[in-house]
């Protein structure tokens, strides 16, 4: 990139020949681009920190990852097991800046995460500068509803944990059974049953019908908005149900 950007703004077409002052070259739009493309890549890298992490296998199929220090809601944080390469996203749970630790759910579907519980490590890579998830777009709205599935509770977590005026709704096997004392203990206190909603398929005799429920707790619990955090098939049926019943919901994109 910087080597077209100098190339094609040094040479002078019309003319057919090479400029040889620095201010053609500063006056360029296209290097200040570059200048800011290049400084945007390169923060994530110099934020890269090896820290300690301590690893909770509640079920064979799930890690729990639990870190130092608080986090505001709706982040997403990525590890790996090296410096530079293989880093995998995953939602971060915290009780608040404030808190002492954060906690990530990670569902065993791959290599670098089934490493996770066959090689046990203290430690991995990450980039102490997070980004913003779906979840982020919380302070935007008045209160909401975090509809998920299966490990898609990491990503809706921390929002109602910090904010009373979210309702999680979680479809999926027995949660600490699933997850864990850990994550199972925050849900019990920080969110209140009546913002909870933890649908056990098992003990409820099949899955709901997720669009009705999702009408109905819109309606009881004046939402503005649903987030959504599954996986391809039950973000398209929640995504789409909702907006034929006329309900504003979002959810991650499986397109890319």
């Not at 890269?48 to 870190?67: D, K």
């Not at 590890?79 to 990670?106: E, L, Q, W």
């Not at 809706?156 to 850990?182: H, L, N, V």
Request: proline letters at 4%; one cysteine or more.
């Amino acid at each position: 990139t910087w080597a077209f950007v100098i190339l094609g703004n040094s040479y002078d077409i019309t003319l057919g020949q090479w400029r040889h002052n620095t201010n053609s070259l500063l006056s360029a739009q296209e290097v200040w681009f570059a200048v800011f493309m290049t400084v945007f890549v390169l923060i994530p890298w110099l934020t890269l920190r090896e820290v300690t992490a301590e690893v909770e296998i509640p079920p064979p199929n799930v890690a729990i990852l639990r870190f130092d220090r608080g986090m505001k809601q709706g982040l997403l944080g990525r590890i790996s097991r090296t410096s530079v390469m293989d880093y995998h996203a995953f939602g971060i749970i915290s009780a608040g800046p404030k808190a002492s630790n954060n906690y990530m759910i990670c569902g065993i579907q791959g290599d670098f995460t089934e490493s996770l519980v066959v090689n046990l490590s203290k430690t991995v890579w990450t980039r102490e500068l997070k980004f913003a998830g779906v979840g982020h777009a919380s302070a935007i709205f008045k209160g909401g509803i975090h509809g998920c599935t299966g490990t898609g509770i990491g990503a809706a977590m921390s929002t109602c944990i910090q904010s009373p005026d979210w309702f999680i709704i979680r479809i999926g096997s027995y949660q600490e059974k699933t997850f864990g004392s850990t994550i199972a203990g925050l849900v019990r206190k920080y969110i209140e049953p009546e913002r909870t909603i933890l649908w056990d398929p098992k003990k409820r005799g099949g899955r709901p019908d997720t669009v009705q429920l999702l009408k109905g707790t819109w309606t009881s619990f004046g939402a503005e908005v649903i987030f959504i955090a599954s996986n391809t098939q039950g973000n398209a049926e929640m995504a789409q149900g909702c907006r034929s019943a006329g309900l504003h919901a979002f959810g991650t994109l499986w397109d890319f």
